[in-house]
């Protein structure tokens, strides 16, 4: 079960900062902001799981300064959100499975 959870959250998020990459990258040609945006926010979201990612990241916060100590704060305010919300979901799901009898979860 864990591997399976461990792979559909990685499967989760190469979809969603991928596809965030990819619309950042589609609408940067437009007069609006939005692309500068959902590039990093992109790049945030697969920092999650992925190590080319967050060496991505480490580059541009070193050669940003200021913005990059910004984006700094801001992705490890975003990484204790999604630690927090795993691991109360991890810790349910094991009350739960050890509230359950042997006889429960062959069913």
Same mark, same amino acid.
């Given at each position: 079960?864990?591997?399976?959870?461990?792979?559909?959250?990685?499967?989760?998020?190469?979809?969603?900062?991928?596809?965030?990459?990819?619309?950042?990258?589609?609408?940067?040609?437009? #007069?609006? #902001?939005?692309?500068?945006?959902?590039?990093?926010?992109?790049?945030?979201?697969?920092?999650?799981?992925?190590?080319?990612?967050?060496?991505?990241?480490?580059?541009?916060?070193?050669?940003?300064?200021?913005?990059?100590?910004?984006?700094?704060?801001?992705?490890?305010?975003?990484?204790?959100?999604?630690?927090?919300?795993?691991?109360?979901?991890?810790?349910?799901?094991?009350?739960?499975?050890?509230?359950?009898? #042997?006889?429960?979860?062959?069913?």
């Amino acid at each position: 079960m864990l591997w399976i959870e461990r792979n559909a959250r990685k499967f989760f998020i190469a979809l969603m900062g991928g596809t965030a990459i990819l619309i950042g990258l589609v609408i940067l040609p437009l #007069p609006l #902001p939005f692309g500068i945006i959902l590039i990093p926010i992109g790049f945030f979201i697969l920092a999650l799981e992925f190590a080319w990612a967050r060496r991505v990241l480490d580059r541009v916060q070193a050669k940003t300064g200021r913005v990059g100590r910004a984006m700094k704060s801001m992705e490890d305010r975003a990484m204790g959100f999604v630690d927090r919300r795993f691991r109360s979901r991890l810790r349910q799901q094991v009350e739960i499975d050890a509230d359950r009898g #042997p006889d429960d979860r062959a069913a």
